[in-house]
């Protein structure tokens, strides 16, 4: 009787069959002997498919392994993501503010030369009104002397002009 029944079933609806197996037994002997109840103890499966019950149930474990896997690198790469772009986009502002910095930085110096170069062609032109034509090399040999009698006064060593026009603009 219960070979009537096909696995799945039986393990969905223990109770039904009991009920069926109960009714069949009864009926089987119903002249010898009154049966109440009957209880299922044991069940006997064919190796083959208590095997391929372990089969599955080891797949099933495993595929709910690898979705529960999944989901915890889905949640990783996603923190990932978003920490490597938040990354970028720190090293994208800092990057424009290094770059912001040095533009100031050579707009100051620029208007600094600009000044002093402004300051020198006024200085040039007051000492030309003065005292008449003066050539640059004029000015250049002035400007070394005065350089030699400030180092004579520090007791400093003294450099060629060239040199000494050399370091100037540095």
């Not at 197996?21 to 499966?45: H, I, K």
């Not at 350089?147 to 004579?152: A, L």
């Not at 520090?154 to 370091?167: G, I």
Request: charged share 25%.
């Amino acid at each position: 009787m219960v070979a009537h029944f096909p696995v799945h079933s039986f393990f969905t609806s223990k109770r039904a069959i009991s009920a069926n197996l109960t009714a069949a037994v009864r009926a089987a002997f119903a002249p010898y002997v009154r049966l109440d109840s009957l209880q299922l103890l044991r069940l006997e499966l064919p190796a083959e498919f208590e095997e391929a019950l372990m089969r599955t149930v080891i797949t099933r474990l495993t595929i709910l392994e690898a979705v529960r896997f999944q989901a915890r690198r889905a949640v990783e790469f996603r923190t990932l993501t978003l920490a490597s772009r938040y990354s970028a986009v720190a090293t994208v502002i800092l990057a424009r503010g290094n770059a912001s910095r040095v533009r100031q930085r050579a707009f100051g110096h620029a208007a600094m030369l600009a000044q002093t170069v402004a300051a020198e062609l006024n200085a040039f032109a007051n000492v030309t009104r003065n005292v008449g034509e003066v050539r640059p090399r004029d000015v250049l040999e002035y400007a070394y002397w005065q350089q030699v009698v400030r180092e004579d006064a520090l007791k400093a060593t003294r450099f060629p002009l060239h040199e000494v026009l050399l370091a100037r603009d540095k």
